[in-house]
């Protein structure tokens, strides 16, 4: 007959460990958490965008769609013809982001109109009307910005 094993115990599981493997598994438990934290702040973001755009940008500033709706809010409460305004700088951050994000294209375009640059109202609209290649992904953002 062999022997049997006695049936170890967590405290000696535990104890039975390295510092390596305890840093190891920290380390990828951290990861998990971080990667958790910002996958839920993304979905609980683009859920309160249609919302509130104010308070989903907050939660996800990188986001380019959300900020697009930000900038095009901010426009539609106060609109400005300021260059250097909120939402021409939303704007901008938006297109930067997130280069099909058309509500960014919109605000850009009427401020423009309303500085009376007309030509430039019509590119910046051109873009948001144009079928989406990659020439086109890349044109506003160094267009615009």
Known sequence: MGRRRRKRGLKSEIARRSRREWSIRIGLAFGALVLGYFSTAHSLASVI?????????AIAPGNGVIAAKYA????????????????????????????TAV???TVLGFQAQLRGEVARADRIFSYSTA??????????TSDLV
């Open 103 to 105: 509500e960014a294209l």
């Open 49 to 57: 965008a249609k919302v509130d755009p104010g308070t989903a940008y």
């Open 72 to 99: 095009q809010e901010a426009f539609t409460i106060a609109p400005t013809m300021e260059a250097n305004s909120k939402p021409a700088d939303l704007a901008r951050r938006a297109l930067l982001a997130d280069p």
């Open 131 to 140: 079928p989406v290649s990659y020439t086109h992904l890349t044109l506003p």
